[in-house]
């Protein structure tokens, strides 16, 4: 971690130690992860021993235009608010095929198709994002995407209706591996 | 580097041993890398002893549209041709302001002005070319990108008409480091 960047790298580690208690843990697609009984976030890459753990790097948007990032912006809150004492960490892996896309089909089903934007500006202040990229931090990492959500309680079934929203989209045809990771501050 | 899938990672290694012998190093813009007289190209994350070692990986079109995508692969050939005695290495980096555009903004600037896909069309089949990125394997990478061209002595002329042309290019005001090192098979 260079002196004046922002972090980028995380770390989301799997075991029986870490500031979120896990609720619950559900295999959605593909291969399931070692139930465990804690997660740990931490900047960098810590290698404190766990059952799992989990790498991605916070990039540059991909398909977002000027005018979504606008009202993005607008209306996100950060991490680490003191209400928010819910989380999840959703893993996801997508398919050779889609990487194989080109970007402009790849943009027409993110959100032309799949309101992938607009379904998380719905939910915006309540549920706060931060998402990780894993697929080129080196050529073995096991998911492709790590989105970290944090919201209130009383947004619990607010956040339930955005990630139904998400997996009934055509974009989530093109995920072959997702795990969705529940937890609380402990 | 996993069984049945091409290797992605690749490092580029500066010092006095490897196959392509270095005829020219020029810094373009920003910090220059040191002298060397040798380059070494080998996939996966080589530690061999070096002056210098860069490392990229080969990613998804983050621009390309099919038609484009379609237009490229009829036209491109691969890496490795017996008449390609003649390579260039380009790391660069590019600002953050640049990061901090929106896609459509970086695809207006990419295509719509600067013409980077319809430019390196022009020089196909004769320069192949592989792209790397730097930026998303960890926080401290010193460029974004590596890229590496292959082509005959014959169009070493053709080549520079390229280079001149992209650097020309409304997309290179956001370059803040770029080193071109040029090298023939040793």
Known sequence: VSGAQPARVFTFAGGDAGAWRVVGM?????????????????AGTADAPAKWRLRGI???ERYVTRDEKGQLVAKQQGLGRPESTRAALIPIRKTAAWWALAQDERRRIFEES???V???LKYLPAVARRLH????????????????FEYAPADAAAFDALVAELRASEEWRWVEREVDIRVVRA
Not at 133 to 148: A, I, K, Q, V
Request: proline share 7%; aromatic share 8%; net charge negative.
């Open 26 to 42: 559900t295999r959605v697609l593909g291969d399931p992860l070692p139930e465990v009984s804690r997660v740990s976030v931490t």
């Open 58 to 60: 916070t990039s540059n």
């Open 118 to 120: 607009r379904i998380g």
């Open 114 to 116: 799949s309101r992938h």
């Open 133 to 148: 990229h894993c697929r080129d931090l080196g050529e073995g990492e096991p998911f492709d995407f790590l989105t970290w």
